[in-house]
Nanobody, 127 residues
Framework: QLQLVESGGGLVQPGGSLRLSCAASGITLDYYTIGWFRQAPGKEREGVSCISRSGSDINHADSVKGRFTISRDNAKNTVYLQMGGLKPEDTAVYYC????????????????????WGQGTQVAVSS
């Protein structure tokens, strides 16, 4: 059974850093494009970052460019979201999602593109 489990969330002060992990089970992550999304209270879920199967294509939302990086370790079946320069507006539940794609297909930050979703991890940025 395919399962995505996010971890690494927590409370951090503005300007701080966190690393989120998305661990997969029941699938071999090599075959999947992975996206990170977030949903703040009262707001719609939005795309944050994505990484293609090959790792050659990465996209970030404008709001996180220069502050967040995404990477994958297929040997560990895990994708990471390194978040730096955190701001209060980054407060949200963060979700990872997966979709099976051809190897060199580019990734997109569209919710409808992704088939499998994790349960989310809470990130709170506050002083």
């Amino acid at each position: 059974q395919l399962q995505l489990v996010e971890s690494g969330g927590g409370l951090v002060q503005p300007g701080g850093s966190l690393r989120l992990s998305c661990a997969a089970s029941g699938i071999t992550l090599d075959y999947y494009t992975i996206g990170w999304f977030r949903q703040a209270p009262g707001k719609e879920r939005e795309g944050v970052s994505c990484i293609s199967r090959s790792g050659s294509d990465i996209n970030h939302a404008d709001s996180v460019k220069g502050r967040f990086t995404i990477s994958r370790d297929n040997a560990k079946n895990t994708v990471y979201l390194q978040m730096g320069g955190l701001k209060p507006e980054d407060t949200a539940v963060y979700y990872c999602a997966a979709v099976s794609h051809p190897l060199f297909r580019r990734c997109v930050l569209s919710l409808a593109e992704y088939k499998y979703w994790g349960q989310g991890t809470q990130v709170a940025v506050s002083s």
